[in-house]
């Protein structure tokens, strides 16, 4: 990872980071976290890339209260999509510029490694694209289901095409929370120890955290600090995506986190997270003036086009972005726009 | 601060040396506070003899979707949700509407929600019904005053050069005449507000030109309350644009205008144009204010606007105090009802 010596002199502890995210003036917090990503990315540039969201299953044993997705098996509306379904979407995707399938899924109990080692070799002999697929507590109950270890797991669904991990199903690293929120999910170290060994094999993932699910900001600093930690244990993580839980259609009781919220734990998560090259703006659920903001508040990546979200969609979040309205927001926000690939190189310039 | 300057300041990057002034100058004159009203909005028609290009609401007597209230209706609408400080109303110039249906209409509403305050008519449709009563703004604002009109809101201004106003409301009266009904308005002891849309077409020296007249009027009237800046909303307009502001600019614009318009006591940020998310980070950059409930937006949301209709209550005190400053709940002419400590 590059990193500034400056700006690994002046590593914020997490006392630190916690009196910040309380007290400091919005304003302050975001010039702050502003000038990092200067420091960190020279060239004015925002990035975004081409993908599609592909949910191969919405059945999913875990009923995590906060996700308004999921299935369970017998459920009518519960659905697996066919090979055929999903050749044809990543076609689609491939014709619009796309360079990446993010491939996620539910904790389908018939699925075991073979499916997926199947599917995955039948994309990869069809088509060049990366497959940014599963997540952890996806991996990890297939793990189980197989009867595998996570290490031997992770192999073969690399050696079947697996080329990178959404670092989706983090939530909120606290244990405390993930009691209320998804008593079934994986727990903190099983996630970054599934992360851990993925990097160590040379997959590389993004980081994620949902907030505004009832955690206190010594959670948020908790869970920074645990990326923290790990990025310099394995370098692994390309970038870093905070996001905000949509209550709406779940089963928790919590009012949204609000604009101000968000561009505060953004700020925060940059000026922390000084060992991860990027911050990424979610305009999926902050809309897209929010994220012209959001890229003066530390983020240097506007995520992707998103041709299709589902999981979103169905807590009612219903924002849409096509790559020209991304262009045009890095402009309105004062930088110049980038296509980028997977593993942040530049691909084409705006 | 000179036109010049705030030229400059539209045009800089550094939005938070900027957002940081106008922050300072918000708390100058309104400390810690942030106000909301509980409101109600009421747009009696959409029919209207202008056809600006903006606006997604007007319609034509007889085209699709075209409606008009009875007074039965507009009471109705008045009376429905829970209970308001302030009624705001706006609609378009109807074609056959005489002014004795204006005034019944204050009339009827005054007696029957007596502690209601009736904020009614942009200068436009105050200039509208002057010609319908044929007796002049003087006499007709002191009429509408009788029967009940309690301030004005600050609805159609638009952008005040001539130039802008051909391409985008040709038929709207021009911008003197706004500050002219104004001026009449504040004279006769009216507070109102003033507006600006921007976002289209406009300059930045036409925004600058807009908020200049406004300041001059101002220093001579004392009679302005709030600033709203107006996010252009482009949905089925004919404007032919397909881009919302960009929250940068609705950021400046509110930034700019706090330091511009010194004499101005409040600056709105208007969350139904800017949605929730903006209008509260707003409050960090200048504005003071952030609307209210308003209960059932017609004119954004036809434009395309995505924010909801209305807010409750504890949803704008929640909003305000997530930005660490204090929630204050106040009638139409800023008098405190409520601090949320």
């Known amino acids: 990872m590059v990193v500034s010596k400056s700006a690994k002199t002046k590593r914020l502890t997490k006392s630190k980071a916690f009196t910040l995210l309380k007290n400091a003036p919005l304003l302050e917090l975001g010039q702050m976290a502003d000038g990092l990503r200067r420091r960190l990315h020279k060239k004015n540039t925002v990035t975004f890339i081409v993908d599609r969201n592909i949910n191969y299953t919405n059945i999913c044993i875990n009923q995590c209260k906060f996700c308004a997705f999921y299935r369970t098996k017998n459920h009518s509306e519960g659905y697996l999509l066919r090979q055929d379904d999903i050749f044809r979407k990543i076609d689609e995707t491939i014709k619009l510029g796309g360079t990446q399938i993010l491939l996620q899924g539910g904790l389908h109990p018939d699925l075991t490694i073979e499916y997926f080692e199947d599917l995955f070799r039948s994309i990869k002999a069809r088509f060049n694209i990366n497959l940014h697929a599963m997540s952890a507590p996806e991996i990890l109950f297939l793990a189980k289901q197989s009867g595998l270890s996570t290490t031997a797991t992770l192999a073969r669904l690399k050696a079947a095409g697996l080329g990178s991990i959404p670092g989706a199903g983090a939530e909120i690293l606290s244990d405390r929370i993930r009691e209320v929120i998804s008593p079934r999910k994986i727990k903190t170290l099983e996630w970054l120890d599934l992360m851990e060994e993925a990097h160590r094999q040379g997959i590389r993932s993004t980081a994620t955290m949902m907030f505004g699910s009832g955690e206190k900001m010594e959670d948020i600093v908790e869970h920074l600090d645990a990326i923290r930690r790990l990025q310099d244990k394995t370098g692994g993580f390309t970038a870093f995506i905070p996001w905000t839980f949509q209550p709406v259609n779940t089963k928790i009781n919590v009012k949204p986190a609000t604009g101000v919220e968000y561009l505060r734990v953004l700020a925060i998560s940059r000026l922390y997270l000084d060992n991860i090259s990027n911050v990424q703006a979610s305009w999926v659920t902050q809309g897209i003036k929010m994220m012209e903001v959001s890229l003066r508040f530390g983020a240097n990546d506007m995520g992707s086009t998103m041709i299709e979200e589902n999981v979103v969609a169905a807590a009612g979040v219903h924002y849409r972005a096509s790559k020209e309205q991304l262009i045009r927001a890095a402009q309105n926000a004062g930088f110049n726009a980038a296509q980028r690939d997977t593993f942040y190189r530049i691909l084409r310039r705006f | ?341």
């Open chain 2, 1 to 341: 601060m000179s036109p010049d300057d705030a030229v400059h300041l539209f045009k800089t990057d550094d939005i938070f040396t900027l957002g940081r002034l106008a922050d300072k100058a918000a708390r100058r004159s309104s400390g810690d506070r942030v106000f909301f009203i509980r409101n109600r909005h009421i747009n009696p028609t959409n029919i209207c003899v202008n056809r600006c290009r903006f606006c997604a609401f007007s319609r034509s007597a007889k085209e699709d979707g075209a409606y008009e209230m009875s007074l039965e209706e507009i009471t109705k609408k008045a009376s429905s949700g829970s209970a308001v400080e302030e009624f705001h109303i706006v609609g378009g110039l109807h074609p056959d509407w005489p002014f004795e249906f204006y005034m019944d209409m204050l009339n009827k509403l005054r007696r029957r929600f007596p502690a209601v305050h009736i904020k009614a008519f942009t200068a436009v449709e105050i200039d509208y019904l002057s010609s319908l009563s044929g007796l002049g703004l003087k006499k007709t604002i002191s009429l509408l005053m009788e029967a009940g009109l309690g301030s004005m809101p600050g609805g159609g201004a638009e952008i005040f050069s001539p130039r802008v106003r051909k391409k985008i409301c040709p038929e709207k009266i021009p911008g003197r005449r706004w500050l002219t009904v104004m001026r009449a308005a504040h004279k006769a002891g009216l507070k109102t507000n003033a507006t600006m849309l921007y976002g289209h077409v406009e300059t930045v020296e036409d925004r600058v030109n807009h908020l200049l007249r406004l300041r001059t009027l101002q220093d001579e009237t004392k009679g302005f309350n709030a600033f709203i800046p107006l996010a252009f909303q482009p949905k089925n307009t004919e404007m032919g644009i397909d881009s919302f502001t960009s929250g940068i600019d609705d950021l400046k614009t509110i930034a700019v205008s706090r330091l511009f318009l010194d004499n101005f006591p409040h600056i709105k940020a208007y969350w139904i144009m800017l949605g929730e998310k903006v209008s509260q980070v707003a409050l960090s950059f200048g504005a003071d204010d952030i609307d209210g409930t308003v209960v059932e937006e017609k004119i954004a949301h036809m434009a395309g606007g995505t924010s909801g209709e209305a807010l409750e209550k504890d949803a704008l005190v929640n909003l305000i105090r997530k930005t660490g400053k204090i929630p204050v709940e106040r009638d139409s002419l800023y008098n405190i009802i409520k601090e949320y400590a």
